[in-house]
């Protein structure tokens, strides 16, 4: 080959190499950055009072004084939209009044009539929210309207078809409006306490604060008009629908005052990484989910390290080259390229199901390690095969036996190359979920001390991600949750390496020394 021909290639390769480092670094910015970014939203956030609350309530951190004050504060300027509330179903209670009246008369003219219409009166009185008392009343119309005497009184049905028309327009939207005003600043004063903790407190972010503010302003309207596209979300301003009535000021009341109602303040969260999950993720951390992962992690490695470089040693410094090695060889290979799904049925059908083990961080370590085996005997065999052959020659030279060879001369040398691999094994271990759905993973559960670890299932990271971003009932609600874990995976995996790079880095160091 001519030299200016040898040259051309030359830099033509290089040229190469530099533009797919660079795209694979492109590539890496693309997913990594904003998975980073939206997941720091998890830690860093403009938190409400409600979360202030919820923290003092649930894990006894923050300044019960100072919450007190603030809530105080907060709580004064809520107390209009309380009043408007107030306000409005004392003009809905005047109508329904009106209405139960007439069905009274009706009762007390007709004695058949009386006797069905009398449980239904009853349970209007009993009734304490509109909604119940709306109900009770349709039920009685009901009773008139599809009975025998419904033409003897017309008039009063008409009346009361009247009532119900004006105000089955808003009633609908008047429901959601009240659930949209829980939902931003949580339970009304005078409510039960809710069994569900995720009811039990308004918006805790300032992000999902503008959500439920615009769930109070807009109705959301699909236009279907267009056959030829997809529906169309419309929102449609209701305070058209409630204009001249004692709600229509609070529209513009909570967008104008929602600081003053909910006092957001810039938060560093680093209960994410310390504190339990509460009721599904809606609140709390991902404590579990990170020692789980841990757990499963390092107990992997564990039981893979082990096996894999006993495993590198005898092919590479017991075993002959038959056709028996080279089948194991090639068993080895193919194991490496085996879906993750299979190890998992296998870990499902062998460990639980055979030998009986429980599902736990036992079970799926045993499985992962199965998983990263290959990668690490592989890595290993290399790493010892790159020995030069003058180290063992010099050992023996001395006196040293084999073993006492390997062991002290061909292993210390290999380590840095043994490292690389359990670098790998490791992050994929981290990051893998198939092999621990059946194993080991439940979606909810307590952090576990080391003790107790190896015979309880646990949360980990990669499966809980799957499980929020599919299963959860509120996905858009935690979305913050989702990329604060997937973040945090990353971030771990990285840890893990950078721990294990620093290792080698100080054994080569060593060893050169």
Request: with cysteine; net charge negative.
């Amino acid at each position: 080959m001519r030299l200016g021909t040898r040259k051309v290639l030359d830099k033509a390769f290089s040229a190469l190499g530099i533009v797919t480092i660079l795209l694979m670094a492109g590539a890496l910015l693309v997913i990594l950055v904003p998975i980073l970014s939206k997941g720091s939203s998890a830690i860093f956030f403009r938190a409400t009072v409600e979360h202030r609350l919820l923290m003092q309530e649930q894990f006894g951190q923050g300044k019960a004084q100072d919450l007190e004050e603030e809530l105080a504060q907060v709580r004064s300027a809520r107390e209009p939209v309380y009043e408007m509330i107030a306000a409005y179903e004392g003009d809905i209670a005047e109508s329904l009044d009106s209405a139960a009246a007439i069905i009274r008369n009706i009762a007390a003219d007709n004695e058949r009539l009386g006797r069905r219409l009398e449980r239904r009166i009853e349970k209007y009185k009993e009734a304490d929210n509109f909604e119940d008392r709306h109900k009770e009343m349709e039920r009685a119309y009901n009773r008139v309207a599809y009975s025998d005497y419904r033409e003897d009184y017309a008039e009063e049905l008409a009346r009361i078809d009247k009532i119900f028309e004006s105000q089955e327009k808003k009633s609908d939207s008047y429901i959601e409006i009240q659930d949209a005003v829980r939902e931003l600043l949580g339970p009304f004063p005078g409510d039960p306490t809710p069994a569900l903790i995720r009811k039990q407190y308004g918006q805790t972010r300032w992000d999902r604060v503008q959500v439920s503010i615009e769930h109070i302003r807009y109705d959301e309207v699909w236009d279907y008009s267009d056959a030829t596209s997809m529906g169309r979300k419309e929102l449609v301003p209701r305070s058209e629908l409630f204009e001249g009535t004692q709600l229509e000021p609070l529209f513009a009341y909570v967008e104008e005052n929602a600081e003053e109602m909910l006092s957001p303040r810039l938060t560093f969260y680093a209960g994410f990484f310390l504190n339990p999950p509460l009721d599904s993720h809606f609140f709390g951390g991902i404590l579990p989910e990170l020692l789980g992962t841990l757990y499963l992690t390092l107990g992997s490695m564990l039981f893979a390290l082990p096996i894999g470089v006993i495993a590198a040693i005898f092919f590479t410094e017991y075993a002959g080259d038959n056709a028996l090695v080279n089948i194991l060889r090639t068993c080895v290979s193919t194991l490496a390229g085996v879906p993750s799904i299979v190890f998992g049925l296998f870990g499902l059908a062998f460990f639980l199901n055979t030998i009986h083990l429980p599902k736990s961080v036992l079970a799926g370590s045993l499985t992962l390690a199965l998983l990263i085996l290959p990668t690490i005997i592989r890595a290993s065999e290399e790493a010892i095969r790159a020995v030069p052959n003058a180290y063992r020659e010099a050992a023996l030279a001395l006196g040293a036996g084999k073993w006492h060879t390997i062991a002290t001369v061909i292993l210390p040398a290999a380590l840095p190359g043994i490292l690389t691999g359990s670098v790998i094994s490791m992050g994929r271990a981290a990051g893998e979920t198939a092999p621990i759905i059946f194993t080991a993973a439940v979606s909810l559960g307590k952090a576990l001390n080391p003790l107790q670890a190896f015979m309880k299932p646990t949360p980990a990271l990669s499966w809980n991600i799957y499980s929020l971003c599919t299963e959860h009932e509120a996905v858009d609600e935690i979305r913050h949750v989702q990329y604060g874990m997937a973040a945090t995976l990353i971030l771990l995996v990285l840890l893990l390496n950078a721990v294990a790079i620093f290792v080698r880095a100080r054994v080569s160091t060593k060893l050169r020394g």
